[in-house]
T-cell receptor, first 114, second 114 residues
Framework: LAKTTQPISMDSYEGQEVNITCSHN???????ITWYQQFPSQGPRFIIQGYKTKVTNEVASLFIPADRKSSTLSLPRVSLSDTAVYYC???????????????FGSGTRLQVQP | DGGITQSPKYLFRKEGQNVTLSCEQN?????MYWYRQDPGQGLRLIYY???????QKGDIAEGYSVSREKKESFPLTVTSAQKNPTAFYLC?????????????FGPGTRLTVT
């Protein structure tokens, strides 16, 4: 079971780039790395997913080193509305009846100040 | 609009009563999931279903039951056997279990048992 470790909290200011790192030393060969954003009392929202190297979309970039034991979510030019909890998810579900849970990390609480 | 609906948003029950939480999706997704979230904590997987009439236990299935009679619906019953049922419950779906990392979440149901 791939356990993930993230910083509990981070602070930033509007307009800055924010990098949140997730450690997942036991990641399996088939595991993808996914990041979610969650606002209070809402369901998480998918941000980005990757397997290796770098992935970029309209809201974020995901950097994954060659050993895949960690990943970094990069949020360019954050705004106040980016204040949320960010979760790193590693794992996948088996196609057989074996039980292997998806692992959400404890999350990183990002606070963006004016 | 495509999406996932959960009802009700808030639910109150007396201890010893079973309660069923509704989850419906019109995304035509094969896989559906139930998570539990406690205050300040990450998400923990209760049950998941890869296809109609099939479901598997997640990490914390004890005291919960599910059914998947229709592709669109995945109700969760919190039974009286669940020792600490008060929590925020989130339902999610993905195109398939092979794309389990990219999940779409509903708005959640906050259950309070007294």
């Amino acid at each position: 079971l791939a356990k993930t470790t993230q910083p509990i909290s981070m602070d930033s200011y509007e307009g800055q780039e924010v990098n949140i790192t997730c450690s997942h030393n036991n990641i399996a060969t088939n595991d993808y790395i996914t990041w979610y954003q969650q606002f209070p009392s809402q369901g998480p929202r998918f941000i980005i997913q990757g397997y290796k190297t770098k992935v970029t979309n309209e809201v974020a970039s995901l950097f994954i080193p060659a050993d895949r034991k960690s990943s970094t979510l990069s949020l360019p030019r954050v705004s106040l509305s980016d204040t949320a909890v960010y979760y790193c998810l590693v794992g996948d579900l088996p196609m057989d009846t074996g039980r292997r849970a998806l692992t959400f990390g404890s999350g990183t609480r990002l606070q963006v100040q004016p | 609009d495509g999406g996932i609906t959960q009802s009700p948003k808030y639910l109150f029950r007396k201890e010893g009563q079973n309660v069923t939480l509704s989850c419906e999706q019109n995304l035509n997704h094969d896989a559906m999931y139930w998570y539990r979230q406690d205050p300040g904590q990450g998400l923990r997987l209760i049950y998941y279903s890869q296809i109609v009439n099939d479901f598997q236990k997640g990490d914390i299935a004890e005291g919960y039951s599910v059914s998947r009679e229709k592709k669109e619906s995945f109700p969760l019953t919190v039974t009286s056997a669940q020792k600490n049922p008060t929590a925020f419950y989130l339902c999610a779906s993905s195109i398939s279990s092979g794309r389990a990392g990219e999940q779409y979440f509903g708005p959640g149901t906050r259950l309070t048992v007294t």
